[in-house]
C-alpha cells in the first residue's frame, strides 16, 4: 500500500504513470457509456416511429365501406404507400432512406427489408435494419426491428 502511495506522490514534482493510466480507463469507460446511452435512445426512438408509421398505414388502407359493417379489410397497395410516406415526410428520410443532421452528417438510415401486409387480417409487419454511425464515425451499428401491428376491433364498450 505505502509503494501505491509514493507513486501519487513524487518528490520531484512530476506525475506518476498510474494516474495517467487511471485518467485513460475513466475516458474511456465514460466514451463508451456515452455510445451505448445513444445507441439506446436511437433504437427506442425509431421503434416509436416505425410503431406510428406501421398503425398509420393501417389506418388510412382501412376501407370505410366495411367499417361500417363491422368487418376489417384493407387495400394493401394504399398501406404500403401510407407506410413509405410517412417515413418520407414525417421521419424527413431522402430517397435513400437516410436522414441527416443540420451539419450534414448521416444519422441513421433505415434498410426496409420486407413489408408484409394482408387485407383480410389487416395486420402489417415491418421488418430490417437501422444502420448508425459509431462512436466519431467508427464503424456502424445495425439496430434490427420487427414491427407487427394490426386493427382489431372492440365493440360494446
Same mark, same amino acid.
Given at each position: ?19 495517467? *493510466?487511471?485518467? *485513460? ?8 457509456? /456515452? #455510445? ?7 433504437? $427506442?426512438?425509431? !421503434?416509436?416511429? =416505425? ?13 370505410? !365501406? &366495411?367499417?361500417? $359493417?363491422?368487418? /376489417?379489410?384493407?387495400?394493401?397497395? =394504399?398501406?404500403?404507400?401510407?407506410? &413509405? $410516406?410517412?417515413?418520407? #415526410?414525417?421521419?424527413?428520410? $431522402?430517397?435513400?432512406?437516410?436522414? &441527416? !443532421?443540420?451539419?450534414? #452528417? ?24 437501422? &444502420? ?13 426491428? /420487427?414491427?407487427? !401491428? ?8
Amino acid at each position: 500500500m505505502k509503494r501505491l502511495l509514493t507513486k501519487f506522490k513524487s518528490k520531484r514534482g512530476d506525475i506518476g504513470i498510474l494516474p495517467l *493510466v487511471i485518467f *485513460v480507463v475513466f475516458l474511456a469507460i465514460g466514451g463508451i457509456a /456515452n #455510445e451505448m446511452v445513444r445507441f439506446f435512445a436511437i433504437q $427506442d426512438q425509431m !421503434s416509436v416511429e =416505425l410503431n406510428r408509421a406501421v398503425n398509420l398505414c393501417i389506418k388510412t388502407a382501412m376501407y370505410d !365501406s &366495411y367499417r361500417m $359493417d363491422k368487418e /376489417n379489410h384493407l387495400d394493401p397497395e =394504399l398501406a404500403e404507400e401510407a407506410f &413509405y $410516406d410517412y417515413l418520407h #415526410e414525417y421521419m424527413d428520410l $431522402d430517397d435513400r432512406f437516410e436522414r &441527416y !443532421s443540420d451539419d450534414d #452528417e448521416l444519422m441513421y438510415r433505415i434498410k426496409v427489408n420486407t413489408l408484409e401486409i394482408n387485407g383480410d387480417t389487416t395486420r402489417a409487419t415491418a421488418k430490417g435494419i437501422i &444502420y448508425a454511425p459509431g462512436f466519431f464515425h467508427i464503424g456502424t451499428f445495425e439496430l434490427p426491428f /420487427n414491427i407487427t !401491428s394490426r386493427n382489431q376491433r372492440i365493440d360494446g364498450l
